[in-house]
C-alpha cells in the first residue's frame, strides 16, 4: 500500500515543471499553493520553532517560515528535500542563522553525506531529538514568567545551539522576576505633564494649519 503524502503527484508534477524552466524554483510565485501545503504539514508534526522550540500555537501563519536547515541560496540541490525543511521563527531564521554555514563542522563533507548528524553543531530538527541536548522550560503564573534553556549533560550540542540562536535573550527577563529581583525599570512611559505637555502642542499646531 503506497504511503499517503502531503504532496500529492500533482504537486510533485508542478514543482518539476518549476525546476525545469531553470528559474527562481523556491520563490516561483507558482509553489505558493505547494508552500502551504508543506507549512501546514510541518506545523502539524510539531507546531514549534525547530531553533528555540517557543510555540506557534495560535500565531499567523506569515509569522512562521519554512526553514531551509542547509541554506537554500547555498545548497540548492536540497531545497525541496524533506529532510531539510522545518518551521522556524523569523527571529531564528533570518535574524540568527540566515546564510550561516559555521553550524556545519565540515562543509566539504555535505557534498556527499548532507544530513549525517554529526556533522552539525546544533540538533539537526528532523533527525535528532532536540530536549537530548537542550530543554526549553516555561511556566506562566500571573505576571510571573519564567523561561529557561537547560542544557542535558549527555548531550554535546546544547552549549553550541543556545550560543549561536542567543537563547539567553529569551530568558533573561523572566527568570530576574521569577526569582523576585527587581529590576531597574521604567514605571511609566512619561509623565502626565510631558503628555499634556505634548498634546497641547498637538492641538495648537493643528489650529494653525
Known amino acids: 500500500m503506497k504511503s499517503k503524502s502531503a504532496l500529492d503527484d500533482a504537486d510533485i508534477q508542478l514543482i518539476e515543471d518549476v ?73 531564528c531564521n533570518m535574524f540568527k542563522k540566515g546564510q550561516r554555514t559555521d553550524f556545519l563542522d565540515n562543509l566539504q563533507l555535505v557534498a556527499t553525506q548532507p544530513f549525517r548528524v554529526d556533522n552539525y553543531k546544533f540538533p539537526h530538527p528532523n533527525l535528532e531529538t532536540y530536549e537530548d541536548h537542550l530543554k526549553l522550560v516555561s511556566s506562566i503564573d500571573g505576571p510571573v514568567k519564567l523561561t529557561k534553556y537547560v542544557l542535558n549533560q549527555n548531550g554535546w550540542k546544547g552549549p553550541f545551539t543556545r550560543e549561536f540562536f542567543e537563547l539567553q535573550e529569551l530568558e533573561e527577563d523572566s527568570m530576574n522576576k521569577a526569582q523576585g529581583i527587581e529590576e531597574d525599570k521604567p514605571i511609566q512611559l512619561m509623565s502626565d505633564d510631558a503628555a499634556n505637555k505634548l498634546r497641547d502642542l498637538i492641538k495648537k499646531t493643528s489650529s494653525e494649519e
Not at 58 to 84: R, S, V, W
Open 19 to 91: 525546476i525545469k524552466t531553470q528559474g527562481k524554483n523556491w520563490s516561483d510565485d507558482r509553489l505558493k499553493p505547494i508552500k502551504r501545503k508543506i507549512k501546514d504539514y510541518l506545523k502539524a508534526q510539531d507546531c514549534s520553532c525547530c531553533y528555540c522550540r517557543r510555540s506557534f500555537w495560535g500565531e499567523a501563519n506569515f509569522d512562521i517560515d519554512i526553514e531551509h536547515i542547509l541554506p537554500k541560496k547555498k545548497f540548492k540541490l536540497y531545497e525541496f528535500h524533506p529532510d531539510n525543511l522545518n518551521i522556524a521563527c523569523k527571529r
